[in-house]
């Protein structure tokens, strides 16, 4: 949809962006995750974004995470 994708007739701000990227001299690839497959890397996002300000290294994934696994 990206590569071929006319923006107007697409009518998506972020598909004008996308398509704009495309054409600057750097290589991007992508790629489509399901949901289901994304669960653990939005667990750890989540743990960022409403956890503390400072820093966190994880030597192994927090319970949560570790769940859905």
């Known amino acids: 949809m990206v590569a071929l994708g006319n923006p107007k007739q697409l009518g998506s701000s972020l598909m004008s962006g996308l398509l704009e990227m495309q054409h600057r001299p750097w290589e991007i690839q992508f790629s489509f ?30 319970p949560t995470v570790l769940e859905a696994v």
């Not at 949901?35 to 989540?46: E, F, T």
């Open 33 to 62: 995750i399901k949901r289901k497959g994304n669960v653990p890397a939005d667990l750890m996002a989540r743990l960022a974004w409403h956890g503390s300000p400072e820093y966190r290294r994880y030597m192994e994934p927090p």
